[in-house]
């Protein structure tokens, strides 16, 4: 018995059949790792990893800022053929690798300072954890585990060089000070015996007896500082007044006529220490403060039982009429 023609409906159910079983046959064979191979129209196959290998890298020697220093440097290399190359030919992509590597750390390390070592080991390991085509563009390359240091002896020599800048600018601050102190003294305290009795006079707090005693001394400080002989002026009191206990004795210091007009000026044999003093801090004989130094010198004399002598004082230097004192008998103007 002869088969009829199938229908064309069948047909087409028996097409629509035998495509959905394909489809799912392909489906079922991506989502296994292995399974049965499928015609070449409906394989999906996944692109073949990287071929990535690796390389130690002992330590080298790179160079940095210094021509003297020179970084030490070790990394992990890691590297890949590219796409139109395969690791399984003649040449030696290993050695490419390194050289790719210490090519990029080269580039980097010879531009920074050797005392920032470790610094510079965080920013290179930066710099080549990227992969990147070699010069060569037969492989990629990058690098794991990046190590720089610099060798013992000269990281020890690199910490002195630091202890001695250091101390320098520390000694450089302090010869700067003193010498600031030295010019203040010759130039300004010690400019001339005058300026040096007013800068001792407010030092110790405008204690004018001790001032006093310590004149000649002062005088051949301002002297010596200026290498110049010391004033006529001031010559008095080299053996008057530097002795605590000369300041006031049975007769007012005097001079003889001669050494007095030559110091003075003022051609009067009676000159004596007091009016070298004045005559030295520039008072005039119009000049109130003569007066009212004079004033407290006679003080200092009264209290030290002396009254002639603070009498002498006054009569000579604050007499009664000559100038108008205030309440508390002190001239105007004091």
């Keep these: 018995m002869l088969f009829a023609p199938w229908p064309l409906w069948a047909a087409f159910a028996a097409t629509f059949a035998i495509f959905g079983l394909l489809l799912f046959r392909t489906r079922n064979t991506r989502s296994q790792p292995k399974g049965g191979s499928l015609p070449a129209a409906f394989a999906f196959a996944p692109a073949p990893a990287a071929d990535v290998r690796a390389t130690r890298l002992p330590d080298v020697l790179l160079p940095s800022e210094s021509p003297d220093y020179r970084f030490q440097f070790s990394a992990m290399v890691m590297w890949s053929p590219t796409a139109t190359e395969t690791a399984e030919s003649e040449t030696n992509y290993a050695a490419l690798a390194v050289n ?182 520039g008072f005039s004989h119009s000049d109130p403060r003569r007066r009212l130094l004079a004033r407290q010198f006679a003080e200092l004399a009264t209290k030290h039982g002396r009254q002639d002598v603070a009498e002498e004082l006054i009569r000579r230097y604050d007499p009664p009429g000559e100038s108008d004192v205030n309440e508390e008998g002190w001239p105007d103007g004091s």
């Design 100 to 281: 790719a590597i210490l090519e990029r750390a080269r580039g980097l390390t010879e531009l920074r300072d050797p005392g920032h070592a470790s610094l510079v080991q965080h920013e290179l390991a930066g710099a080549l954890g990227e992969m990147q085509v070699d010069s060569t563009k037969r492989l990629l390359a990058r690098a794991e585990s990046v190590r720089l240091a610099l060798p013992g002896p000269d990281q020890e020599r690199l910490d002195k060089l630091a202890e001695v800048r250091k101390e320098e600018a520390i000694w450089e601050h302090e010869r700067k000070y003193e010498q600031n102190r030295r010019d203040y003294l010759q130039h300004d305290v010690l400019k001339d015996p005058g300026s040096a009795v007013v800068w001792w006079l407010a030092k110790n707090d405008d204690q004018v007896d001790r001032t006093v005693k310590d004149i000649g001394l002062l005088a051949q400080l301002s002297s010596a500082a200026n290498n110049a002989a010391i004033p006529q002026t001031f010559l008095p009191f080299l053996s008057q007044f530097t002795a605590p206990d000369d300041l006031f004795t049975d007769d007012l210091p005097t001079m003889n006529g001669a050494a007095a007009a030559a110091s003075t000026g003022y051609g009067e044999p009676d000159q004596d220490g007091f009016e070298a003093f004045f005559n030295a801090m």
